[in-house]
Every structure is written in C-alpha cells, then in structure tokens.
C-alpha cells in the first residue's frame, strides 16, 4: 500500500524515530502501524527515541591517527560503567574510523553519513548499538587534524579516555615530542598554544579586573600599572602552553623546551569528558532500584 506523509507523521509521534527510519518501517510492513513499531523496537531505534532525554554526560574521549591524519573524539553515554563496556569501547573506536575515512565537517554531517556496514547510516549504526548497550550514546564533537611530512601528531589518553589530548608540531617528526606536550596539556589545562591567540578583549578584561584587585587591595596608583602587568603575566601562564613550565622539567617554559628541539606547537585540542555539561547527580542506591522497578 502507498504510504502517506500522514502515517509516517504518525509513527514518529508514536516512536520518536527519524523520517526515514519511519518511512523504511511502514514499507517493510505494508503500512501496518502496530507491526512498524515493532519493526523500529527490534531495530534498536524506537528504544534509542525513548532515551534521547536522557543525560548523556560520561563516556570516552578517544584519539587515533592514521597516516597524514588524526582524529580526537568525544562519545557520551549515561554512566561510567558503559564506558568501561567492551561494546562501547570498540563502538567509539568504530566511529573514530569512520570520521577518518569520511572526513565530515561536522557531527550533524558525520551522523547522517553512509556507514560501511549493517546500517546504513552512522546514526543507525549508533541506535543499533544503543539497544544492545542500554543506556543514550551519543557522538558529541570531533576534530580531524592532516599534517605534513614535517610535522608529527602527540596524543594522550589519561584516566582510561576520561581526558584525550591530539597535539601537531611543527618543524619535527618526532613523536615522543609531541605525545609528551600531549602529557602536558592534559595535565595543566591551557586554553591557547600562544599570547597572539588570546583576544585583545579577553587581555583587557582580565587587566581591568587585576588592575580593581590592586586598587581594592589599597596599592598606590603610580605602582598600579606596572603590578597588573606583572599579574597579567602571570595570567598568560595560566592559559598559554608556551609561557607554562613543562610538566617534565619545570625549569623550562614549554615553548622554549619544545623550540630547543627544532620545533614549535601549531595546535592542540583537548577533550575532558563532559565538560560544560550538566550531569545527573542520583544517587546510586536510587539508580540501582529505579532499574529494579523498570
């Protein structure tokens, strides 16, 4: 029978499943709602619809590199535990190869991409695991990095893909290099590689505030000036890679270690697990037994 734009409206209420995957159902059963649901259950995608308001803020963050080109991933799911979950593991992996081979630009893009294998999308590659899994995943961002033949990707997984860093340098093929800046920018946080890529917005706000610190601390107004530059370099070691001590010899700035070799940082990208998200705060008893009640 003809299926209607009205009866795939319909199973999408019913199910919260994508158009397509609405549409694919109801040819699969001739236009039987009742067996199109049951189709998109089997397949994972009604119960993954079912989850999509969840909070979704553990996970793994992942790095692989292949050839010219790196990716760094971010893969959310709802707790700890699944990140531990062989499954999931080789999930994350299996979507770090795909955004190498495919190159997206983005993850709307990357979701919605032909995926070599059962699905046939990424997306439903993802929902077919969800519901073998059993908890909301979801592809959160990504970065793909290509260098050249003199340059040299870093990456660092800490806490079992709690924390992943990809770094590229410049002017070097050395890998040990790079994977120890990797080390460094896991453990120490900076937002920016260098002073020239801090806004001149962001350095006037943070001098404008240390400048009120000194007055409010009752300083006089002719030392004023010279004390907030002084804290204001103290500002760009905080959030500049080159002006930090390195982790592995604090006599050394980062950038002068890493020039001392030759080289120099083009970029870095640092994935922390849930960062800027909000996460459930159940307690655990509680989520045991809401499980239990299911």
Partial sequence: MAITASMV??????????????????????????????????????????????????????????????????VNAETDFVSKNENFI???????????????????????????????????????QIAKIGEKISLRRFEIVERSDNQAFGSYIHMGGRIGVLTLLDGT?????????????AAINPKYVSRDQVSQEEVERERQVLKQQALNEGKPENIVEKMVEGRLGK????????DQAFVKDSDQKVGKYVASKGASVKLFFRYEVGEGMEKREDNFA?????????
């Fill in 235 to 242: 500002y760009f070691e905080d959030v500049c890679l080159n």
């Fill in 286 to 294: 509680e989520e045991v037994m809401s499980q239990v009640k299911k």
């Fill in 173 to 185: 093929t050395d890998e040990e290099l790079a994977k120890d800046i990797a080390m460094h920018i």
């Fill in 9 to 74: 409206k319909e199973l999408r209420e019913k199910t919260g499943a994508g158009m397509m995957d609405c549409k694919k159902a109801l040819t699969e059963t001739n236009g039987d709602m009742e067996k199109a649901v049951d189709f998109l259950r089997e397949k994972g995608i009604a119960s993954a619809a079912k989850k999509a308001d969840r909070v979704a803020a553990e996970g793994l963050a992942h790095v692989k590199v292949e050839g010219n080109y790196a990716v760094i991933v971010e």
């Fill in 90 to 128: 080789n999930l994350v992996d299996t979507v770090a190869t795909h955004l190498l081979n495919k190159k997206p630009a983005n993850v709307e893009e990357a979701l919605a991409q032909d995926f070599d294998g059962d699905a046939d999308t990424l997306q439903n590659y993802i929902n077919n």
